[in-house]
């Protein structure tokens, strides 16, 4: 009997969802290891692992030992990987003048890694809040977070760590005007080649409340960071952000977080066509693990499945905390 229209579907999508080969063929999107930067918490002492409670897997790592992780990042072929420094609570002050000491414990890390590892690109974080008393990215006087005094700070933060070797400065801070100002100190100190992955579109989120357990800085936290990070409700002004970043200097710019934020990604790709990442912060980590723990998702398909999430946005990478376990299935065969 020939079948006439309308008695079959005009078009049977799921001919090429039948076998593993044609889902292959049909795919438009992949995951590669290329695509991952692995953040890590360093913190002093030796031969410590420090776990953090709100995430699990992750510790804080003294700096022999945050080595040893950047050697299995490049054994595993991540090409990036992200300090971010436990602050001694003495070394915490006001002026947050051990941001900028050119042996504090990222730049300390920074050397060990970059003696040992030399060709891992290392990324720093430039903002106060591991250093800053009152747990804020900005100096704070009588209540208001400093926009231009901050940056000078952030400048002298910046040299010290590209002083140290870091091959990717990371302002997380949002304060107006820094990226411009760190371009314009690296140019003129020589560092032409340091490269600046903006934190451009950075909202106040509520998902990062497992890092500011890492770092020391969610207890301290005075008030909230809302007069300098993104209101969540907001989209326009991520992409005037982004356009305002990229004149000022930046290389490639990140929207954060990531898995709620996957409209933005895919915006600022396609207006901008910049190196455009995201960072899947601590708040998702610790969701996907805690579900995981419980029994009520399947972690490693959750996991996997949020990378390709960002992959189809439009991200070129993402900060992610997954970072080994991804590459290590990926070099299993996916
Ligand atoms: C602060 C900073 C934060 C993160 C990276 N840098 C937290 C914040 O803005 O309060 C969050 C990363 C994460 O949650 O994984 N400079």
């Not at 076998?19 to 995951?31: G, P, T, W």
């Not at 901050?150 to 002083?163: D, G, N, R």
């Not at 390709?308 to 996916?334: K, S």
């Amino acid at each position: 009997m020939t079948p006439t229209i309308g008695q079959y579907p005009a078009a049977r999508f799921r001919r090429l969802r039948k076998s593993d080969a044609l889902r292959r063929l049909a795919q438009e999107n992949a995951l590669s290891v290329n695509d991952l930067i692995w953040p890590m918490f360093v913190r002093d002492g030796v031969n410590i692992t420090d776990p953090i409670a709100s995430m699990p897997g992750v510790s804080r790592l003294s700096v022999d030992l945050i080595v040893k992780q950047a050697e299995t990042a490049a054994t595993l072929g991540i090409p990036a990987i992200c300090l971010f420094p436990y602050t001694d609570p003495d070394k915490r002050t006001e002026d947050c003048a051990e941001a900028w000491n050119p042996s504090n414990l990222a730049n300390t890390a920074i050397r060990a890694i970059k003696a040992a590892v030399p060709h891992i690109a290392v990324m720093t974080d430039v903002a106060l809040d591991p250093y800053n008393i009152n747990g804020h990215d900005g100096l704070v006087r009588n209540g208001i977070i400093l926009n231009d005094e901050t940056i000078e700070a952030l400048v002298k933060m910046s040299l010290a760590q590209a002083e140290a070797g870091a091959d990717i400065l990371g302002p997380s801070d949002m304060m107006d005007g820094r990226i411009g100002a760190m371009r314009a100190a690296l140019e003129m100190s020589g560092h032409r080649d340091v490269a600046i992955l903006s934190y451009a579109a950075k909202y106040a989120s509520a998902f990062y409340g497992p890092f500011r357990d890492a770092v020391g800085a969610g207890s301290r936290l005075v008030g909230d960071k809302k007069t300098y990070q993104m209101n969540p409700a907001n989209t326009d002004e991520a992409l005037r952000l982004v356009q305002r970043d990229l004149t000022e200097g930046a290389d490639m710019v990140m929207v954060k977080p990531g898995m709620p934020y996957l409209d933005i990604c895919r915006r600022v790709k396609d207006a901008f066509g910049a190196p455009t990442y995201a960072y899947q912060v601590s708040g998702e980590y610790a969701m996907i693990m805690a579900a995981a723990q419980n029994g009520w998702i399947d972690g490693e398909k959750a996991m996997l499945e949020s990378m390709m999430a960002f992959r189809r946005a439009g991200c070129d990478g993402v900060l992610t905390y997954f970072a080994p376990r991804v590459a290590q299935i990926l070099h299993n065969g996916g």
